[in-house]
């Protein structure tokens, strides 16, 4: 279960406190216990509310910020202190450090910063491995040609996931010209990707998720830009801080690619701990392949995290042998899926993911394998084993629908 932090916070200015609380509002690990503009009476606060975490900003009045700070530690030990100041004068960060401050961030606060902190008062808290990894499990999924399968897989595991309560899931439609990962969801976005991207900067955890379009099996999607105009304003430098964001907020994030292999699709595969090289058994698939994974390797933050997954496997025309095409390619196939038109088009067309139409397909069943084995949660591969007997099952029906 998610290791819930409670925060108490002290800051006089009206404005930074603000800032603070709407960074924090929305995150799903933290829960403002106390808010306080005085530093004169926080220590009641804190010794009548226990927060795991009291956050003291010292703009105001560094001297009582500190003064509080020794005070705190001295009467509610058991209270990890976090600092923020917007000066990062190396003699203020002793004097907060020897007073008893855990932790010191300097304004204007990075979200990177704020979690690396909180992260290491839970372990310090709770112990190793209490706490909820803040590491989001990125998979990218590219495709050999147009109409391998890329959406259908991507769409797929992001819903396999996000059927686990304690998983947080989005789905990136990185297609920025066809995507429509929107229609496999029966979605209709009130956001693009290029809201976000162009407001990157001052979104908070609460407004990133109202951003997002929340599909009934718990994943959120971002979807694709409407207007082809709009697509060159979204820059690599947005994209990045979409990605941390969205890294920040999730416990997986799967990206959709285009075809084209563009800046923004290199990126996405950069920022990945996965990328899935989605190919069928046919000769020009297999040669792309090849092509593709000469290119890829060039990219040393990319080249270690590709994957081969044949889709469709067992379809008879033009096929080539699953031995022999691993022979050409030189390299381990992934992951195999098999092929089931009739399913995956009730899927796509009736916009409701593989897990909810068919529980015990075998496409079904692979999809599920190859998500536990990316995101090594044995629980996933013990329920696909299952058949679509375990817990994850039973989950899936009682999620509540929105
Ligand atoms: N395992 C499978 N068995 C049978 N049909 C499949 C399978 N996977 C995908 N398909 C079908 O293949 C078609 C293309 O799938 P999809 O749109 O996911 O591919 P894509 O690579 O995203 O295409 P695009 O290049 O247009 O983005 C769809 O009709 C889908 O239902
Ligand atoms: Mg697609």
């Given at each position: 279960m998610t290791q819930v932090l409670r925060l108490a916070i002290v800051d006089p200015k009206d404005t930074t406190r603000d800032a603070l609380k709407s960074l924090l509002l929305g995150m799903d690990r933290i829960w403002l216990e106390a808010e306080a503009s005085r530093y004169e009476f926080f220590a009641d606060v804190v010794s009548q509310t226990h927060p795991d975490v009291g956050v003291i900003s010292l703009d105001a009045d560094p001297d009582k910020g500190l003064d509080l700070v020794s005070q705190l530690h001295k009467t509610s030990p058991e209270c990890s202190i976090l600092v923020v100041s917007s000066s990062s004068d190396g003699s203020l960060i002793l004097r907060a450090m020897r007073a008893g401050a855990k932790e010191f961030l300097t304004h204007p606060?990075?979200?990177e910063d704020l979690l690396t902190a909180l992260d290491r008062i839970t372990t310090l808290r709770f112990g190793k491995g209490t706490g909820k990894s803040r590491g989001c499990t990125t998979i990218a999924v590219a495709g050999s040609t147009g109409g391998v399968g890329t959406?259908?897989?991507?769409?797929?595991?992001?819903?396999?996931?996000?059927?686990?309560?304690?998983?947080?899931?989005?789905?990136?439609?990185?297609?920025?010209?066809?995507?429509?990962?929107?229609?496999f969801l029966d979605a209709i976005p009130e956001y693009t990707v290029l809201d976000l991207a162009q407001n990157v900067t001052r979104l908070d955890f609460a407004l990133l998720k109202r951003s997002l379009t929340k599909h009934s099996s718990g994943l959120f999607l971002l979807p694709r830009p409407v207007h082809l105009e709009d697509i060159p304003q979204i820059t690599e430098d947005d994209m990045q801080r979409v990605f941390g964001l969205?890294?920040?907020?999730?416990?997986?994030?799967?990206?959709?690619?285009?075809?084209?292999?563009?800046?923004?699709?290199?990126?996405?595969?950069?920022?990945?701990?996965?990328?899935?090289?989605?190919?069928?058994l046919d000769l020009?698939?297999?040669?792309?392949?090849?092509?593709?994974?000469?290119?890829?390797?060039?990219?040393?933050?990319?080249k270690d995290k590709v994957k081969i997954v044949v889709n469709r496997v067992g379809l008879e025309?033009?096929?080539?042998?699953?031995?022999?095409?691993?022979?050409?390619?030189g390299k381990e196939i992934f992951s195999q899926l098999p092929n089931d038109y009739r399913t995956m088009s009730e899927?796509?067309?009736?916009?409701?993911?593989?897990?909810?139409?068919?529980?015990?397909?075998?496409?079904t069943q692979a999809v599920l394998k190859l998500a536990a084995e990316l995101c090594d949660d044995p629980e996933?591969?013990?329920?696909?084993?299952?058949?679509?007997?375990?817990?994850?099952?039973?989950?899936w029906s009682s999620k509540t629908k929105a």
């Open positions: 606060i990075k979200l959406t259908s897989l991507a769409v797929n595991l992001g819903c396999a996931l996000a059927a686990d309560e304690k998983n947080t899931v989005v789905l990136v439609d990185l297609d920025m010209c066809l995507g429509d990962a929107d229609v969205l890294k920040a907020t999730f416990t997986h994030m799967i990206i959709d690619l285009s075809k084209s292999y563009s800046r923004l699709d290199m990126l996405a595969m950069q920022v990945s701990d996965h990328v899935l090289l989605v190919t069928q020009p698939c297999l040669r792309n392949v090849v092509r593709l994974n000469t290119s890829l390797n060039e990219h040393s933050a990319i025309s033009g096929q080539i042998t699953l031995k022999k095409a691993q022979e050409t390619l899927v796509r067309n009736n916009g409701v993911p593989l897990v909810e139409q068919a529980p015990r397909a075998a496409i996933l591969a013990g329920n696909a084993d299952k058949g679509g007997k375990g817990k994850w099952f039973g989950l």
